[in-house]
C-alpha cells in the first residue's frame, strides 16, 4: 500500500508540473504585433485607385475615371497599362475587383457582376457570362469577394433564380458564392451562412456586405458588420468547419431592426465594419473600423456626405491576425496615412498599400504605396 501511495503521489507531482509547464509556455508565447513602413515607392501615375491587387512582385490598379487598369513592379516601374472601351465587343466596364492567381493569371469583376479574365499585357482574354445575370450593383473597390481555387474562379455573384440580394433574408435563405468555370461559365453554387451567425434567424438587420479568402482548400468568409469569421473545407462538399469571433475591442452595431429593409448605418451612427480580409496558410488577417456612436456622429453632422471624410477623427482602423485559426493578435493601430492594403499574401512576407494622399494633405504627381510588414514582437 504504501508503495501504491507513492507512486500516485509522484505521479501527481509530475501531471502538476506538466500542468504548471503548460501554464508556462502560454505565458511565454507572445502573439504580440506591430506593423512597420519598410519603403515607399511612386508609380508615375495620377489618378484615384478604385481596386487592386499584388502577388509575386507585381501589382494592379483601376483608375475609375479612365476605366483604366496599370501594372506596376516592386520598385514602381509601370509594366502595363491598358484603357478599356465600355461598349462593343470588347467592353470591359468597371474592372473594380482584381485577382492575380498563383501561376499569374488575373481575373477581373465589376461592381455589377461582369466577369474577366485578362491577358499578361492586360488586354481582354475574355468575358466569362454565367447562364443568369448578377443582380448585385456594388461590392467593387478594395472589397475581398473574388478568388481562385481548383481551377475555377469563385465569386460573390447573387441572382441564381433571379433571387434578390437586397432581400431582408437573402443572406439566410441562399448560397452566397458561384463556383465558375472561366472556360465555359457553368456554374454551381456553395456556401450557406452558418448557424453562428445572426444573419441565420428570421430578425431584421443592417445588410451587410460579404467578404472571403481561400488559402489551400479553406474558405473563411465575413459579413462586414459582424465579428465573425467562418471557416469551410472545400474538399469536403463545403463542409462548415468552426467560427471565429475575433473580439475587436470597439466594433459599433445599431442591432436587431423592428422592420425590414432599415437603413441606420451611416444615418445616425457608423457600425464597424470589416474592410479587408486576407488569407494565408499561417492566418488570417482582417481589416476594419471600430465605428462611431450616436451621439458623436449627430452632433457633428457625420451623415452628411461632405462630411464623410471626418470619420477618421472619431474612429480607429485595426489590424487583426486570427493564428490557426484560433489564436488572437493584438489589436494593431493602423494610421490614416496608410490607406487600402492591394493584398497580405504571408504573414512573413512583406506587403503594400496605398498612401491615404488626401489625409496627409499633400498634393503628388505620382501614386505612392507603403511597403509594409507585420513583425512579431
Sequence with gaps: MKFKYLAIVILSISQIACSEKKVLDLETFSNEWELIILDSIQVDYLGTVGGGDFRNGKGVFYHFKENKLI???SSGRILNETSYPKDGPRKVQYPTQLKYT????????????????????????QEIKLSFLSQAND?????????????????????????????????????????????????????????????SSDKYF?????????????????????????AYDLT???????TVDFKPSKFLDNGEHPEKNQYIDYFKMHDGRIKQLFMSDKGT????????????????????????????????????????????????IVPYNIGSILNIENLDKPFYALRNDDFIEEEQDYLTFYKLELVRK
Excluded: C
Design 206 to 230: 443592417e445588410r451587410p456586405m460579404v467578404q472571403f479568402g481561400i488559402s489551400g482548400n479553406r474558405l473563411h468568409l465575413a459579413l462586414s458588420n459582424e465579428p465573425l469569421i467562418h
Design 102 to 125: 498563383e501561376d499569374g493569371r488575373l481575373f477581373a469583376a465589376s461592381f455589377m457582376g461582369w466577369l474577366y479574365e485578362l491577358n499578361k499585357d492586360l488586354s481582354l482574354k
Design 285 to 332: 488577417v482582417v481589416f476594419y473600423e471600430e465605428g462611431i456612436e450616436q451621439d458623436v456622429f449627430i452632433q457633428n453632422e457625420l451623415q452628411l456626405r461632405n462630411n464623410f471624410p471626418k470619420h477618421k477623427e472619431f474612429q480607429n482602423q485595426v489590424l487583426k491576425i486570427i493564428y490557426q485559426d484560433s489564436i488572437l493578435s493584438n489589436e494593431i
Design 236 to 242: 469536403d462538399g463545403e463542409t462548415y468547419l468552426s
Design 139 to 199: 461590392g467593387g473597390g478594395f472589397i475581398r469577394n473574388l478568388a481562385f481555387w481548383n481551377d475555377s474562379l469563385i465569386s460573390y455573384y447573387p441572382g441564381r433564380n433571379g433571387v434578390n440580394p437586397y432581400g431582408p433574408h437573402f443572406i439566410r435563405d441562399h448560397f452566397l458564392l458561384e463556383k465558375i468555370d472561366p472556360n465555359t461559365g457553368g456554374s454551381v453554387p456553395l456556401i450557406k451562412i452558418p448557424s453562428t451567425s445572426r444573419y
Design 71 to 73: 501594372e506596376f513592379n
